[in-house]
C-alpha cells in the first residue's frame, strides 16, 4: 500500500496510523510476549495488568522510533522512493506527501517517549515491578530514539544493527520475564538468541533496497561499510547464529515441540540466506521476497517458541 496525501480529518488520522507501521509493531510487542509467557510457563501465573501496559510501553518506545526516523530519515527516505518503493525500506512515505509534517512527527516521537516513561513509572511504582525496571527502559530508548536521533545517530554508525538486535531480541524477551517475576532467567537470553539474529538480518537486508540512497547522503551502516558481497557473508553468519541458538535453546530446556513450530521459519531463513549469498538481492523482485522472508523468519521463530511453551506447563 502506497501512502497518498489526504488533507481531511479522517485522511491525517489515517496518515499516523500509517507512519504507526502496526504490521512492523510484532516485532517488539510478540518478544515482550513471549518473555511473559516463559514467566508463566515457570511460575504458574499470568499477570495481565503488567503484559498489558509492558505491550504499550514497547510499542510507544517503537512508535517513538519510527516518528524519529521518519524525521531524520527523510532525506534518504525521499530518494530510495524515487528510485524503487519497497514495501520492506525507504520509509512509510507519509512525510513525503506533505500529510505529516517532519516536525510533527518529530514532536509526536517525543510526545511517545514521554508517555513511555510514564508508563515505566506506573509499571515500577503503581505495579510493584522490580528496581531493574526503569534502567531496562532506559536502554529502549537509547538503542530505539536515539537509531536515527542526531547527534548519535546508531543508524550511520554501524553498530545500529546490533542495537536493533539488542532492543528487538534480547531486551524484550527479558524485560516480559522480569517484570512478572522480578528475576532474570538464563534460558530468556538463550531464547532470545536466534530472535535477535533475524531480526538483525532484517534491518541488514533491508538495507539492500535502500543502498544506493544512503551512500548519496553518506549514511553509514554496515553495507555501506562493508558492501554487498560482505554484507551477504554477514547474512549468513547471523542466520548460522540463530540456527545454532534454536538448537542450543532446545538442549536448555524449551520444549521439544518448539522443533516442529520453528521448520517453516528455518527453511524460510536458510533460502532468505541462500539467495543473498549467491546474489539473488541483485533482482529487485528477489529481493523483496528475500527482505519478506528475513521478516517472517524472524516473526516465525517468536511465535514458534510462544506456541511450543503455550503447549504444556512445566
Keep these: 500500500m502506497e501512502a497518498v496525501a489526504d488533507f481531511t480529518a479522517w485522511g491525517r488520522i489515517k496518515a499516523w496510523i500509517w507512519l504507526a507501521r502496526p504490521p512492523f509493531l510484532t516485532v517488539g510487542v510478540f518478544p515482550y510476549t513471549l518473555g511473559s509467557i516463559i514467566a508463566w510457563h515457570s511460575q504458574g501465573y ?3 495488568a503488567l503484559w498489558g501496559s509492558g505491550v504499550l510501553a514497547v510499542v510507544l518506545v517503537m512508535l517513538s522510533t519510527y516518528w524519529a526516523g521518519e524525521c ?3 532525506e534518504e527516505d525521499t530518494i530510495s522512493q524515487n528510485l524503487w518503493r519497497s514495501k520492506f525500506a525507504g520509509g512509510t512515505g507519509v512525510v513525503q506527501t506533505g500529510a505529516i509534517s517532519r516536525r510533527a512527527s518529530f514532536i509526536g516521537s517525543i510526545i511517545a517517549l514521554i508517555l513511555a516513561a510514564c508508563t515505566g513509572l506506573i ?3 503503581g505495579l510493584g515491578a522490580g528496581p531493574y525496571t526503569i534502567p531496562l527502559g532506559i536502554i529502549g530508548i537509547i538503542g530505539g530514539f536515539l537509531y536515527s ?4 545517530r546508531w543508524v550511520s554508525t554501524g553498530w545500529g544493527e546490533l542495537w536493533i538486535g539488542v532492543c528487538y531480541g534480547f531486551l524484550p524477551v527479558a524485560v516480559g520475564y522480569y517484570l512478572p517475576t522480578g528475576r532474570f532467567d538464563a534460558l530468556t537470553f538463550i531464547v532470545a538468541v ?3 539474529a533475524t531480526i538483525f538480518n532484517v534491518i541488514l537486508g533491508n538495507e539492500y533496497p535502500d543502498r544506493e540512497s544512503d551512500k548519496s547522503t553518506g549514511k553509514r551502516n554496515l553495507l555501506q561499510r562493508f558492501g554487498t558481497e560482505q554484507g551477504s557473508k554477514m547474512y549468513l553468519i547471523a542466520s548460522a547464529v540463530g540456527w545454532a541458538g534454536a538448537a542450543l535453546s532446545l538442549a536448555a530446556g524449551v520444549p521439544p515441540i518448539f522443533a516442529a513450530y520453528y521448520v517453516l ?3 524460510a531463513s536458510l533460502y532468505a540466506s541462500h539467495g543473498f ?3 539473488k538481492w541483485k533482482d ?13 523468519a524472524n516473526l516465525g521463530t517468536t511465535v514458534a517458541y510462544i506456541l511450543a511453551f503455550l503447549w504444556t506447563r512445566g
Design 194 to 196: 536466534p530472535i535477535s
Design 277 to 279: 549469498l549467491k546474489g
Design 265 to 267: 521459519p528455518l527453511l
Design 149 to 152: 536521533t542526531p547527534p548519535v
Design 46 to 48: 499470568f499477570d495481565w
Design 284 to 296: 529487485r523482485g528477489q529481493l523483496e521476497v528475500l527482505c519478506g522472508l528475513g521478516i517472517f
Design 72 to 74: 531524520f530519515d527523510y
Design 123 to 125: 509499571i515500577w511504582l
